[in-house]
């Protein structure tokens, strides 16, 4: 054969299979349902697992670009990632994809509220509204960027609208009472104000469960297994050099008030309320009670290595700070861990008049699961509860804690600062004074509060709601001021 003849016979075979590929049926790739998409994003969010999120919901974007849902639920997969600069551009292209869903305006105005950008977080809420009188969130969201004047504001109005004649074709929102209270605290009306905190409690409280006993044992095992025997040891001797800053105590106790100060100093990363030290502890114990009885169990080597794996891991949230502040305020649990494995450690108990601090708690929808806010006398047991770790832990290591009571920080804002600093190990540096114009995101919530200069229009806040407080006084004991006061 040929050059010729085997060329014909290469161009004949080419042909050919080009001909049997062009009338072999076509492999369609058939799109995922959408509800697929949603129910396992859902899933991967509510566990715990943001990064599966994230990829799911890309791919169920490709799918189907335009629903809203998917790209709220990116939104949120990323926030939990700590991608804040992300988060907040996928909630702005959500918006622009469809500025007729609600939620896409909630996220975006969240994310903003969280950076200090309360104008535009403001106007966010705003439009949600308007689109969703009924929408909860939007309106706890709502209210907390804005102070009410008059009664007859519109917005008022259209809440007092919204809980006196909800939609019937969903239940209301309790954030709704929640946000409505608020709005009426600011004008003085106290009595209406909290009936509709009471309100708003009773409604999330029936879908929890708060075990004061379970809670009472882990506080007696802490006493009973991390005491005189356990501190005797010391501090391990190849312990990690590592030095953050802990910030403890109840919810609304002026913790992150303390935490914006700290971060406005130079050398501090505020990391927020990561859960990393229980996350960490956990291959010790699947509980907080377990984790606790087993640290005395453990060798001092686990232990060096546990230290060095928790200041590691928060290390990585900004690997280049001097300093990481921690706040995540049920740490106070394993205190006896970082006497142990990171004993420079440092750390501050944030502390607040009790009656100030619960009544503060009840006042909040939270977005985290604290089981124990939502009733007068369940949040009087947690903080006595509270108060007896913390009493038992300064017996054996005074030295490593600095109790900073929010009443002497707003009174006196630079001599605590000062005091908070030197015992941090940090010098001082002015901005810490001006810690409002701090530009970082805080998503507490406190997180409008920290955005104004220092003020005490918040101490001893609970005499105007004093004639409804009578269980939550009975409740605290020891710890509720005096009837003079």
Not at 406 to 428: D, K
Not at 430 to 437: G, R, Y
Request: with cysteine; aromatic share 8%.
């Amino acid at each position: 054969m040929n050059k010729a003849q085997k060329k014909a016979l290469k161009d004949k075979k080419r042909k050919e299979a080009k001909r049997k590929e062009q009338a072999a049926p076509k492999l369609v790739r058939h799109r995922e349902p959408l509800k697929n998409y949603l129910d396992r994003s859902y899933q991967a969010l509510s566990t715990g697992h943001p990064e599966k999120a994230e990829k799911i919901i890309r791919a169920g974007i490709k799918d189907h670009p335009h629903d809203s849902r998917l790209h709220a639920n990116l939104v949120n997969a990323l926030e939990q990632q700590h991608r804040s600069q992300d988060a907040l551009d996928a909630a702005r292209l959500a918006v622009k994809l469809n500025d007729r869903f609600p939620d896409n305006h909630n996220n975006l105005g969240a994310l903003l509220k969280f950076q200090g950008q309360l104008d535009e977080a403001r106007a966010c809420f705003e439009k949600v509204v308007e689109l969703d009188p009924g929408h909860g969130e939007a309106w706890r969201n709502l209210v907390a960027t804005k102070h009410f004047e008059s009664a007859d504001d519109p917005h008022i109005l259209t809440m007092t609208q919204q809980v006196e004649n909800p939609s019937v074709q969903r239940p209301l929102n309790p954030s709704l009472y929640f946000a409505l209270a608020k709005a009426l605290e600011d004008v003085g009306e106290y009595d209406k104000a909290f009936e509709l905190y009471h309100k708003g409690n009773r409604k999330v409280r029936k879908g929890l469960r708060y075990d004061k006993e379970s809670l009472e044992k882990v506080v007696d095992a802490i006493i009973e297994v991390q005491g005189a025997e356990f501190f005797a040891a010391g501090p391990l001797p190849n312990a990690t050099k590592a030095s953050p800053i802990l910030i403890v105590g109840m919810p609304r106790s002026g913790s992150s008030l303390i935490e914006q100060i700290l971060a406005s100093h130079p050398d501090v990363f505020g990391a927020g309320e990561t859960p990393i030290l229980g996350k960490t502890m956990g291959v010790i114990g699947g509980s907080t009670i377990a984790r606790v009885q087993s640290v005395p169990k453990q060798s001092d080597e686990a232990l060096v290595k546990l230290g060095e794996l928790y200041t590691e891991r928060l290390q990585d949230l900004s690997p280049n700070a001097k300093r990481i502040a921690d706040k995540f305020l049920l740490n106070l649990t394993h205190l006896g861990f970082l006497y142990r494995a990171v004993p420079n450690a440092r750390i501050i108990h944030s502390t607040r008049d009790a009656m100030d601090t619960a009544l503060a708690c009840f006042k909040v929808r939270f977005t985290s699961s604290l089981n124990f806010a939502y009733d007068l006398e369940e949040l009087a047991h947690f903080h006595n509860q509270m108060q007896r770790i913390m009493a038992h832990w300064r017996q054996f290591m005074p030295d490593s804690i600095l109790t900073m009571p929010y009443e002497g920080l707003v009174e006196n804002q630079e001599a605590e600062s000062r005091r908070l600093l030197e015992f941090c190990g940090l010098e001082w540096n002015d901005a810490v004074l001006n810690f409002h114009e701090t530009n970082r995101q805080v998503r507490s919530a406190s997180s409008t509060q920290v955005r104004k200069p220092m003020y005490k229009g918040a101490v001893s806040r609970w005499k105007k709601y004093a004639k409804h407080l009578d269980p939550l006084r009975k409740a605290l004991g020891d710890y509720a001021p005096s009837e003079s006061e």
